[in-house]
């Protein structure tokens, strides 16, 4: 045994090189038996195993082996790749690269001649296809935008130096350090002459006239004009600041080269109007409020209604619109201004703003191109941060960390403090009535821009308002559309008539619609006045200057932190409550109405079946259960409350139990269904609801009202969590479960808003189609809304001539209704009854396109037809025009975004 020296087992010799070579292969036949006889898992973790245990060395040996025994073979990606993948690769290069590849192959330059490349390169520029191509047709497109490309109006670099010279020519080290040293000279003394003649010029500023404070929504013929007098002195302020700055330039060394007499003149010739509005804006405009009101809102109508009457409301659709067009509808209602403060109403949660359809803006999408270009423009019509200017965003941001996360980067792009509630109410709105971030408790945001009187009786009946307002919208948008226009043209109509002759009523038309207009605006000055005599405090209020900084919200941010475990007692307290008056109407529904449900079977007096008791109260009986036991382990941990308590397990043992909820929402139309056939069926029953709906013991509820808390209790406890976890420190035990338990709930929260969006849809779909007649099917895949506009369908009298020059005549009146994957056109006809001032509107269906083989072509205004545009389908053409400049620019922008993503997904299919 001396002979043989082993290391790690006395079954290796080493000095013995045959014994040690027939051991050595033994155990490698018993490894490999093994290996046979694993699972691949098993495989995979011993091969880990092996690898982990090997050197450098041994490493790079397996690498060469495995280099050696597969060659890497070089071949044409385009022949390997599916077709889709290698026209995505491409989609990547430029118009001149595409060209360039198309010289390499075969299948290279039938690739890049595809349509799907070429066709968003031409439409990115307006250059629409004059034609349908056939199906075996392809690079219409290319050579389509190679023809526009060609009839451009360009120069070489060497064809514009033989006409132009050679601009910004070289200089020499000492001569360019000359040349900057003029323009910081010249800098300085125009903007000391400009700030001296702006301190002349503010004792004698013209004043403001009629109408600057209300909304620019409408502007449009309601514009109030400015007399003669006014915009002789604007006039003559400009001319001073030129001959000012031209007075400047003179006093100065002239510049020798090409480029500095271009930059002069450019800066003498162009920059009037901009030092003008700078001094516009330092006078008065910072005194301004604007408030941002979304129709997603409940009755926003009574919270337009509330906005006080020196603060300008602008009221958009959160439906059908882009950022781009409402950021175009608040630089109108600015009228180039800058805003003291912009308030935001819209909807949204704790962690994001769903500012318009498809933009919840949050911490994820913030610094996306789009959504961050929106922002920063935003901020350019607000004064900055320290000139004290603000944005109020009527969410409540500040009870969630990552809120406070969008609140600070919002601050960082803009330069302008952003604040927002920092309330964890529970119930419609009620967050606004509370304390804002960054704010101090007397300059709330809620008292600049509303009346808090009539703002809280809205936030009081908001489900009831809603309820009413959407019968009322239906019934009387047609009528109220243009009755203020319509009345004031028909009161000048008839003074008219009765103090001239025919003749100088036909020469005088334009008269008549200036009175039109002036009417109209002192009937809004008017009402401006009267709002104003009413609270003239709130109005002085308001003008005051918010004179915060960002300071503000970091030492709230901070007193946040210091006082994380009151405010933790607080929002579960909150909890509590809510969830006590939660299972207090979950009980209604068990007391008032199955309990006596099921004691009259019992007693052979059935009002209803068993079986229909069953499927109208089984599922909420069994919610109620859950959430009894749910409130119970609340009532038992808040009996022995402390800083080192949790509630995270709670939430999570009631999270596991969710399947109870779900089959509710499964059958929630089934139930209501059946109370609906039970009601018209069995007068037992209808007499059984009518004595027990809207009583005081169901606080005013029918049984289906009752059926809807349960849908709006999951955003209440995302809310909740959301503000616990904000006040539960880091090192806290239940931080980790609140953070499961928050995605546990949204998870769940976003399943039930799937539910009630394609419940939503179907039923739009349902009324449009019900609406329109010989409409086809519309409830297909995932169709959906996005927006109705009217049109009038015109008719070219002569296609030969010029645009310019073109006649048009107005044919239909056309309502088209788009959607995600098509355009429906139909024609609409209003129709009048005898004895009555109200109309009726009927729908025909006339085609509908596909939205990706369908051309849109924009008309210039001429002196003959304004807002107009060409939609070109396979088989049909329609010429079309709005009313007005803003419902064509809306519509268009609309339009191309919808066909855009139409084209996307049919190029990925």
Known sequence: MESFHTRFSAWTPFSNKSLNRQLYQERVALISHWFDLWTNKQRQEF???????????????????????????????????????????????????????????????????????????????????????????????????????????????????????????????????????????????????????????????????????????????????????????????????????????????????????????????????????????????????????????????????????????????????????????????????KAQSMGIFSDGDSREINLLQGYKIGIKNLLQPEVRDFWEKLGSCVATEEEGGHVDLFVPLA????????????????????????????????????????????????????????????????????DTLKSVRRQLSPLFKELQKNISGKMIGQFMFDMMSTVNILNNQEIAEVLEDGLIELSKENSERKGMEETPQDTKSNLRKNDLNFEVLVKLERKLQTDSAGKRTRVVRELLQSERKYVQMLEIVRDVYVTPLKAAVSSNRAILSAANIQIICSDILRILSLNRQFLDNLKDRLQEWGPAHCVGEIFLKFGRQLNTYTNFFNNYSVVLKTIEKCRETIPAFRSFLKRHDKTIITKMLSLPELLLYPSRRFEE????????????????????????????????????????????????????????????????????????????????????????????????????????????????????????????????????VALHRLLVEDIPDSKYIKNAFILQGPKHEWTCATEVEDDKFLWLSVLQNAIKSSMEKQDWA
Request: proline fraction near 4%.
């Open 399 to 466: 009870a969630s960390e990552a809120g406070i996360e969008v609140l600070s980067k919002l601050s960082q792009l803009t330069g302008t403090l952003f604040s927002a509630p920092t309330g964890i109410a529970t119930g419609s709105y009620q967050h606004i009535l509370s304390d804002w971030l960054g704010q101090q408790p007397e300059k709330a945001p809620l008292s600049i821009y509303f009346i808090e009187s009539k703002l809280q009786t809205w936030s009081s009946l908001i489900d009831f308002l809603e």
């Open 47 to 337: 091969l880990i195993t092996i690898f982990l245990r090997c050197t450098k060395s041994q490493l790079r040996f397996i690498q060469d082996w495995f280099s050696q025994g597969i060659q890497v073979g070089k071949v044409d990606f385009s022949t390997v790749l599916p077709r889709f993948i290698s026209l995505y690769i491409f989609s990547f290069l430029n118009p001149k690269d595409l060209c360039a590849a198309a010289q390499v192959s075969w299948p290279w330059k039938f690739l890049t001649e595809q349509d799907c490349l070429w066709r968003p390169k031409c439409i990115k520029f307006g250059w629409f296809l004059p034609y349908t191509p056939a199906d075996n047709e392809y690079g219409a497109w290319k050579h389509h935008y190679i023809a526009c490309v060609s009839n451009l109006d360009w120069l070489t670099p060497r064809e514009a130096t033989a006409v132009y010279g050679t601009l910004n020519e070289p200089k020499a080290g000492q001569e360019e350090l000359q040349e900057r040293q003029r323009e910081k000279c010249l800098r300085k003394i125009i903007w000391e002459k400009i700030a001296l003649h702006k301190k002349e010029l503010f004792k004698a500023r013209p004043p403001w006239v009629s109408g600057t404070c209300c909304s620019r929504l409408l502007k449009s013929k309601c514009q109030p004009r400015l007399s003669q007098t006014v915009r002789d002195r604007v006039g003559l302020h400009e001319a001073l600041e030129k001959q000012l700055v031209l007075a400047s330039l003179e006093a100065l060394p002239k510049r020798s080269n090409v480029s500095g007499s271009h930059s002069y003149s450019l800066l003498s010739k162009k920059n009037w109007h901009g030092v003008y509005k700078n001094y516009d804006c330092s006078s008065n405009a910072f005194q301004l409020h604007c408030i941002l009101v979304s129709s997603r809102i409940p009755a926003f109508e009574m919270v337009v209604d509330s906005v006080k009457a020196d603060v300008i409301s602008v009221v958009y659709e959160h439906c059908g619109i882009t950022l781009e067009n409402l950021l175009s509808l608040i630089e109108k209602a600015l009228d180039g201004r």
């Open 717 to 848: 406890y995302i809310n909740l969590l959301h503000a616990l976890r904000l006040h539960t420190p880091a090192d806290h035990v239940d931080r980790g479960d609140l953070s499961i338990a928050i995605d546990q709930i949204e998870h769940y929260k976003g399943y039930i808003d799937q539910v009630k969006q394609n419940l939503n849809r179907k039923d739009q779909l349902t009324d449009i189609q019900s609406v329109i007649w010989g409409c086809p099917t519309l409830t297909e895949g995932n169709r959906y809304l996005i927006r109705v506009q009217d049109v009038a369908q015109l008719r070219c009298i002569d296609e030969e001539i010029i645009f310019s020059l073109r006649l048009y005549e107005h044919v239909h009146d056309l309502s088209l209704f788009l959607f995600n994957d098509t355009l429906l056109v139909s024609s609409r006809s209003i129709s009048h009854t005898p004895f009555e001032r109200m109309s009726k509107t009927t729908y025909q269906f006339i085609a509908s």
